[in-house]
């Protein structure tokens, strides 16, 4: 767990938040991760009644970052693997983690996206 958070409490939340029904978002923010078939994809949480005329929903506007993947140091997309909490998001490949906001490189893990 995070350094002086560790809650019995959060630990029993563990993976309750799937990413696929119930995005990932920092208290605070307007951020929402969302893990669609083997990618990760943001969404703004904000309705945006200025830009589209009307109230709409999150759910039907497209990510704003779509097609998040984990990559090897050729390109090639990476499986992963989540774990969830309340408080963060884990994520673990063949080559490296991402843990408490970090990316824990290992044999050349990068990040790729399209917009």
Known sequence: M??????PFLRLLRNR???RQ???SERGSRLMVFR????????LAER??????????????PPILDEWHFTDGDGRP????????PQRVDCHTPLGNGEN????????????YSC
């Open 101 to 112: 906001g970090d990316v824990l490189l290992d044999s050349g893990v990068k990040f790729s």
């Open 22 to 24: 119930i995005p990932f």
């Open 17 to 19: 938040i799937n990413l």
């Open 48 to 61: 945006w009644f200025k830009r589209e005329g009307q109230l709409s929903g999150y759910r039907t506007r």
């Open 78 to 85: 990476l499986d992963f693997a989540l774990i969830t909490y």
């Open 36 to 43: 669609i078939d083997h990618h990760l994809a943001v969404r």
């Open 2 to 7: 995070i350094a002086g958070i560790d809650s």
